[in-house]
C-alpha cells in the first residue's frame, strides 16, 4: 500500500523532544506524587493521587514506544529509564516483547486468544459450541469489572502472577517485578503511613490500569468492527478497520500520550507517540476510522458486544445471544 511508504517518514524520533517530553511529564508525576506525600487532608491527597496515576498513564506510553523501537533506539540511559518505568508499571519488559507483537499479529483476527494488550473473542459458532466452564472464563475476562479492576486482573495476575506460576522457571524476572511493588508499598506505608502507602503506590496504577484495560478493550471491541478469519486477514484492514479511534479532549490525548491514535500505531509501530497526530492529519487515508469516545454511550455499546457473526459481520450482544437461545427453543 502507498500508505506504508507515506507513513515511515513520520517512523522518525526526534531524540530532542522526545527527552523534552519525558522531562516534563516526570515533573508532573513529580508534582503530584509531592502533593501525596505533604498534603493533610484525606481529599487533597486522593485527589493528587488520581492525577498521579493519569500522569502514569503518558509513562507507560513512553515506555511502550521504547520496546517499539519508536524512541530512544540506541541511547543506554533512555533505555534504563524505559525499564525502570515498565518495572515501575508491573510490566516485565522481557514478557512484553515475549507477549506484545502476539497482540499486534492477533489484532482483527475472529477467534483469537487472549494475549497481552488485548482481550478473549470468540465466534458465534465458538460460543455455541463451548461449554459452561469456558463461556464463565469468556465473560469474567471481559467483564466491566474486570477492565475496571485491570490493576489486579490484567496486570498483577494477568502479566505477573499467573505467568509466573505457569512457567516459574522462565519467569524469574516476574519476582523481582512483585517484590519490588510489594517492597515499595511496605518502605512508604513504614516511613508515612498505609493511607499515603496506598495513595502513592497502589492508587495510582487502579487509576492508570482502569483506563489502559478499558482503552485496550473498547479500541478492539467496538460497534462497526470488521473482523477476519486468518484466511481473509491482513495487517492493513486489521489496523484500519478493527482498530479504532479514540477521540477525546486534548487533555486526555496527553495524558494517555496519543494511544487514542491506535489504528495509526497498529499501521506502523515505529511512528513516535507524538507524532501520530500529525501523521493522520496529513495522511487522507488514516481520517476514516471507526470512532469511540469516553461518553457513556459508547462506553456501554462496546461493553455489551459479546462474540463475532461472521454471517451479519458484526459483533452480537449478550442480549441478542440469548434472545438467539430462546428462540432456537421454542
Known amino acids: 500500500m502507498m500508505i506504508h511508504r507515506e ?24 508534582i503530584c506524587a509531592v502533593v501525596v506525600v505533604v498534603a ?8 493528587a493521587a488520581i492525577a498521579f496515576g493519569l500522569v502514569r498513564i503518558r509513562l507507560a506510553m513512553f515506555f511502550h514506544d521504547y520496546m517499539h523501537k519508536a524512541i530512544f533506539k540506541g541511547s543506554r540511559l533512555g533505555g534504563l529509564i524505559m525499564h525502570v518505568i515498565g518495572v515501575w508499571t508491573l510490566t516485565s519488559p522481557s514478557l512484553w516483547l515475549e507477549w506484545h507483537q502476539e497482540h499486534h499479529w492477533h489484532t482483527g483476527k475472529a477467534d483469537a486468544t487472549a494475549v497481552f494488550g488485548g482481550f478473549p473473542m470468540m ?3 465458538a460460543w455455541r459450541n463451548a461449554g459452561s466452564a469456558r463461556r464463565l472464563r469468556y465473560r469474567i475476562a471481559r467483564h466491566p469489572l474486570s477492565i475496571g479492576l485491570g490493576y489486579l486482573t490484567m496486570f498483577l495476575f494477568g502479566m505477573n502472577i499467573a505467568p509466573l506460576v505457569r512457567k516459574p522457571g522462565k519467569r524469574r524476572t516476574l519476582l523481582g517485578v512483585l517484590a519490588l511493588h510489594v517492597g515499595l508499598l511496605c518502605f512508604v506505608a513504614m516511613s508515612l503511613g498505609w493511607l499515603k502507602a496506598v495513595c502513592l503506590v497502589v492508587l495510582p496504577l487502579v487509576v492508570a490500569h ?4 478499558y482503552m485496550l478493550f473498547a479500541q478492539h471491541c467496538f460497534p462497526g468492527i470488521d473482523l477476519r478469519d486468518d484466511e481473509a486477514w491482513t495487517y492493513d484492514h486489521a489496523a484500519l478497520r478493527s ?9 486526555m490525548h496527553w495524558v494517555t500520550g496519543n494511544l487514542g491514535y491506535h489504528h495509526v500505531h497498529h ?10 497526530p ?5 495522511l487522507p487515508p488514516l481520517q476514516n476510522p471507526v470512532r469511540t469516545t469516553w461518553r457513556s454511550k459508547d462506553m456501554l455499546a462496546c461493553l455489551r458486544l459479546a462474540v463475532w457473526d ?7 450482544t449478550y442480549d441478542e445471544l440469548r434472545a438467539g437461545r430462546d428462540r432456537r427453543s421454542l
Do not use: I
Not at 40 to 47: E, G, L
Not at 210 to 213: F, G
Not at 267 to 276: E, G, M
Not at 310 to 316: I, K, T, V
Open 243 to 251: 482498530s479504532s479511534y479514540f477521540h477525546m479532549s486534548a487533555l
Open 310 to 316: 461472521p454471517s451479519q459481520a458484526r459483533m452480537l
Open 267 to 276: 499501521l506502523n509501530q515505529r511512528v513516535p507517540f507524538y507524532r501520530l
Open 123 to 125: 465466534t458465534l459458532e
Open 40 to 47: 493533610h487532608r484525606w481529599w487533597v491527597v486522593v485527589a
Open 278 to 282: 500529525e501523521a493522520m492529519a496529513a
Open 7 to 30: 507513513l515511515k517518514r513520520f517512523a522518525q524520533e526526534d531524540r530532542s523532544l522526545t527527552w523534552r517530553l519525558l522531562g516534563g511529564s516526570c515533573t508532573a508525576a513529580a
Open 210 to 213: 482502569a483506563v489502559l484495560a
